[in-house]
C-alpha cells in the first residue's frame, strides 16, 4: 500500500501544498541561522599531528605512546647554519636566546656535546666525529643546533614555532644562510595549509564557476545565486556539526566544503529539471512530479552514497576515519536541503526555470546511436578494462608528510637543505629492554654499544646517537674511577634524555640514510635486529604502518563499498541481473582510472585511497535515476532500447549539468596548495566525467542487450514508448501474466502525458 502509485502522489501533493503556504518562511529561517552556523563552522580546531594517524589500539602506536612516557615528548626543530655565516660564539648566543623561550626546553650545539664527551674522557677527534652526521655538516657546510621542545611548547607547537622564527627575524637571519625543519615545523606548516584561510581561494573559485554553469544551465540569476546561498548555508551546518559533535578538522577536511556542495548541487540540479520537464510538458501540478521522481532515486542514491563513505571507516587512519563521518554528515544534510529547500526555491520563481529548449545534446539521437552500435562499444569497453587490470597491478602506496607540501615551500626546501647537507630527517628510535635483570651498568652500555655498531653497519643508517656514544671506548679499569665517571655522567645533561626506568630502557636513536623509504628503513631494521631484545618506535614506523594501512584500507573499503552498494542495488531492482548490470558502468571507470594511475606509477597516498569508494557511492545516483524512469517505461508496455532512450532524454540533461558542476568544483581543489588535497580533486574529478561516459554508453548499451519480450516480437518491434508510470519495478523481461497485456500497450497504447 505505501508503494502505491497512489500512495506516493498523494504524499507529493502535500507536500506541493506545504512548500506554496511555508517556502518563505522556510528561506527566512535559513538566512536567520546562517550568521551562527557559519560562524560556528569558522571556528574550527586544526590537527595535523601525525602520531594521531593510527588509533591508539594499535601495536605501532601503543609503543610510540610508551616512548614518549619513557622518555618524556620528543619534540626537536632543528636549525641549520651556513658554516661561513656562523662562528661558535654566534650558534651559543643563538642558542641562549632559544632557550629564554618558554616553548624550548633545552639546547644541543656540536659544542656542548662535545665538551660534556670529553668531560665523560672521549678524546676531542673522537667526540667531533661522533657529532657529524647530526650536528655537524659531513662535508662542512652546516652547523646544526637543536632544540628540545618543553610540555607547554609540545602543546602550543604553532607558537612555539612562531616565537623560534620571531628570534631569527630578530637576529636578522634568513634563508639561504638558515634552515629550520622538524617535525613541529613540519606540522604547523600543514596546519596552516589545511586552515580555512587557505581553503578560501579555490572554494571561491569553485563558487564562481558552479554559479557560471548553473546560470547556463538554468538561465536565472536569483535562483542560481539562492541555489548557491542554500549550498554555502548546507557547508556551514555541516561544519558546524562535526565541530559541535566534537570533531576535529585535519587536512583532508579541506575537500569536505567542496563534497557537500556536490551533494546539494546534484539534487538540486535534478528537481530544477524535473519540474521544468513537468512545466513544460503542461502538467497541471509541476513541482508535485519533480518531487514525486526525486524522492526514491536520490534517497537511493543517498543510501549508496553514505555507504560509500562509512566504507572508509574499515581504514585505521584516523583522518580518512574522520572525513568519512563528517562527510556521511554533510551528504545526509545535502539530501535534506536539497529535497527540502529546492521546492521552496521554485516556487518563488516558478516560471524562471531552465527551458527544455536548453539542450547540451539530443539525447534521443544519442539513444538511438549507442543501441546500434553497441557491440562495437561494449567490446571496446573490455578491452580497456582488461588493458587497465595490468596498470593496478603496479599500483602501489606512498606517503609521505613532506610531499605534502607543495612545490618551492620552503619548508620543504629547508628540510632537503638538512637532509642533504647535515643530517636526516627520518629516524627510527630503538629501545633496548634489558628487563628486571640486575646487570651492572658497564654491561649494559656495551651491550648497547654492541647492537649500536650492529645498526651502524647496516646502509639504512646514516647516523646513531645514544647514551653509549658520551662514554669512551677504552673505560677506567678501576672500580672507584669507573663509579666517579657514572655520577659525573648522570650529572650532565644529555645522558637521561637516553636511559630510563632506573637503567632498564636504553634508546637509540636512528637517523635513517636519504633515499630510503620509511617502510623500507622499518623493515630493514626490524629484520636485522630480530634477534636483540629491541623494540623499533617512532615517527618513521609510524608512517611506515600508514603506508600498509593505506594500501590496504582502498581495497578493503573498496570491496565492501562494492558489495553493499551492489546488494543495495539489486534488492532495490529486486532482480540480480539487473543489479548486476546496474554496477558495470559505475565499476568500469574507477577500474580505468586506476589502472591508469597504476601505468603512470603514482603511489596511492591518503587523499588518493578514499576516491574509489566516494566515487562510486556517488556515481551510483545517476544510475539510480535512469533506471527508476527506464523501469516505469519498460512496465509500461515499451521496449528495452525505447526504454532506455526515454529514461536518457528524462535523466541525460540532469545527469551532463550537475556531473560537469561537480567535475568543475573538484577540480578547483588542484589549485590547494597542500598536495593530497589536489590529487584528491583532479582524481576524483576524473572518476566523475569518465562515470558519465558509463552512464550514457555502457548502461544504455548493456540494457540494449535484454532480449525483448515474445508478444512484442509478434506485434512488432518497433512500437511506440509509453509515457511515465509511477510505482514500478524493474523485473525480469518474461512475465507469463502480464504479458498479453504488455503486447497490447506494446501496439496500440500512445504515449500519456506526462501526469
Request: hydrophobic share 45%; with cysteine; proline share 5%.
Amino acid at each position: 500500500m505505501s508503494d502505491s502509485p497512489q500512495y506516493h502522489s498523494g504524499c507529493a501533493l502535500m507536500i506541493s501544498n506545504f512548500y506554496r503556504r511555508y517556502s518563505r518562511p522556510l528561506l527566512i529561517l535559513l538566512m536567520v541561522s546562517f550568521p551562527y552556523l557559519y560562524w560556528k563552522a569558522h571556528s574550527e580546531r586544526s590537527n595535523n599531528n601525525v602520531e594521531t594517524w593510527l588509533p591508539e589500539e594499535t601495536q605501532v602506536r601503543q609503543n610510540y605512546e610508551q616512548f614518549k612516557q619513557d622518555f618524556g615528548i620528543e619534540e626537536v626543530v632543528l636549525l641549520g647554519l651556513r658554516t661561513g655565516s656562523a662562528d661558535e660564539a654566534l650558534v651559543e648566543a643563538l642558542a641562549a636566546r632559544f632557550e629564554s623561550l618558554d616553548g624550548v626546553r633545552e639546547c644541543l650545539t656540536a659544542s656542548r656535546v662535545t665538551e660534556r664527551m670529553q668531560e665523560l674522557g672521549v678524546e676531542k677527534s673522537e667526540a667531533e666525529r661522533r657529532v657529524t652526521g647530526l650536528l655537524r655538516s659531513d662535508q662542512g657546510h652546516l652547523t646544526g643546533l637543536v632544540m628540545l621542545m618543553s610540555q607547554e611548547g609540545a602543546a602550543q607547537r604553532g607558537k612555539t614555532v612562531r616565537e623560534i622564527r620571531e628570534t631569527l627575524d630578530y637576529c636578522l637571519l634568513e634563508r639561504p644562510e638558515i634552515a629550520l625543519t622538524g617535525s613541529p615545523v613540519l606540522v604547523t606548516e600543514l596546519d596552516r595549509l589545511g586552515a580555512p584561510e587557505s581553503t578560501t581561494k579555490f572554494f571561491g573559485i569553485s563558487l564562481i564557476i558552479c554559479l557560471l554553469l548553473l546560470k547556463y544551465a538554468i538561465g536565472h540569476w536569483k535562483l542560481c545565486f539562492s541555489l548557491l546561498g542554500v549550498t554555502v548555508w548546507t557547508i556551514c551546518c555541516t561544519k558546524a556539526m562535526v565541530l559541535i559533535c566534537g570533531g576535529e578538522m585535519n587536512f583532508i577536511m579541506g575537500a569536505l566544503s567542496i563534497m557537500v556542495m556536490i551533494f546539494t548541487l546534484t539534487i538540486a540540479i535534478h528537481v530544477v529539471d524535473y519540474y521544468t520537464e513537468a512545466r513544460d510538458a503542461g502538467a497541471a501540478d509541476p513541482l508535485r512530479v519533480a518531487i514525486r521522481e526525486s524522492i526514491k532515486p536520490t534517497l537511493l542514491s543517498t543510501l549508496t552514497t553514505l555507504i560509500g563513505l562509512l566504507s572508509l571507516n574499515v581504514s585505521n587512519i584516523l583522518p580518512v576515519r574522520q572525513f568519512a563521518y563528517a562527510a556521511a554528515l554533510g551528504a545526509v544534510i545535502a539530501t535534506i536541503v536539497g529535497l527540502g529547500v529546492t521546492p521552496a526555491l521554485i516556487s518563488m520563481w516558478p516560471d524562471r526555470t531552465s527551458s527544455k529548449d536548453r539542450k547540451l545534446v539530443d539525447f534521443g539521437r544519442w539513444g538511438d546511436w549507442v543501441s546500434l552500435r553497441r557491440f562495437r562499444l561494449l567490446g571496446g569497453a573490455l578491452l580497456l578494462v582488461v588493458g587497465a587490470g595490468f596498470g593496478l597491478m603496479r599500483l602501489a602506496p606512498h606517503i609521505n608528510p613532506v610531499d605534502f607540501l607543495p612545490e618551492g615551500n620552503p619548508v620543504a626546501a629547508d628540510l632537503r637543505t638538512v637532509d642533504e647537507q647535515l643530517t636526516s630527517i627520518g629516524s627510527v628510535e630503538a629501545v633496548v629492554d634489558f628487563g628486571l635483570t640486575d646487570r651492572p651498568f658497564v654491561d649494559r652500555m656495551l651491550e648497547v654499544k654492541r647492537i649500536q655498531e650492529k645498526i651502524d653497519a647496516h646502509p639504512v643508517v646514516r647516523h646513531s646517537f645514544s647514551a653509549a656514544s658520551m662514554f669512551p671506548d677504552q673505560l677506567p679499569d678501576g672500580p672507584l674511577a669507573a663509579a666517579r665517571l657514572f655520577d659525573r655522567a648522570s650529572r650532565l645533561s644529555g645522558t637521561n634524555n637516553y636511559i630510563a626506568q632506573d637503567e632498564r630502557l636504553w634508546r637509540i636513536s636512528v637517523r635513517v640514510s636519504s633515499g630510503w623509504k620509511a617502510n623500507e628503513a622499518y623493515d630493514a631494521l626490524k629484520t636485522l635486529l630480530a634477534d636483540e631484545p629491541v623494540t623499533l618506535t617512532g615517527v618513521s614506523p609510524l608512517i611506515a604502518d600508514a603506508q600498509e594501512e593505506i594500501f590496504t584500507s582502498y581495497w578493503k573499503s573498496l570491496t565492501v563499498a562494492l558489495t553493499t552498494i551492489t546488494l543495495v542495488m539489486i534488492l532495490s531492482l529486486r532482480s540480480l541481473t539487473a543489479g548486476l548490470i546496474a554496477m558495470t558502468p559505475n565499476v568500469v571507470p574507477i577500474w580505468l582510472v586506476f589502472g591508469g594511475v597504476g601505468f603512470m606509477g603514482m603511489p596511492v597516498d591518503i587523499g588518493m585511497m578514499m576516491t574509489g569508494s566516494i566515487a562510486l557511492g556517488i556515481s551510483v545516483d545517476h544510475t539510480f535515476h535512469f533506471l527508476v524512469k527506464y523501469q516505469e517505461e519498460y512496465r509500461a508496455g515499451a521496449s528495452t532500447t525505447d526504454a532506455s532512450r526515454a529514461a536518457l532524454l528524462h535523466t541525460g540533461k540532469p545527469l551532463v549539468e550537475s556531473t560537469i558542476i561537480s567535475s568543475c568544483a573538484m577540480l578547483a581543489l588542484c589549485l590547494s596548495s597542500f598536495v593530497p588535497t589536489a590529487r584528491f580533486g583532479w582524481l576524483m574529478a576524473s572518476l566523475m566525467m569518465i562515470s558519465v561516459i558509463g552512464e550514457l554508453i555502457l548502461l544504455p548499451a548493456l540494457l540494449s542487450l535484454r532480449p525483448a519480450r515474445r508478444q512484442a516480437r509478434n506485434s512488432g518491434d518497433d512500437a511506440p514508448a509509453p509515457g511515465l508510470r509511477a510505482g514500478t519495478r524493474f523485473e525480469p523481461a518474461h512475465h507469463a501474466a502480464d504479458a498479453p497485456h504488455a503486447a497490447g500497450r506494446e501496439s496500440h497504447t500512445p504515449r500519456r502525458p506526462l501526469v
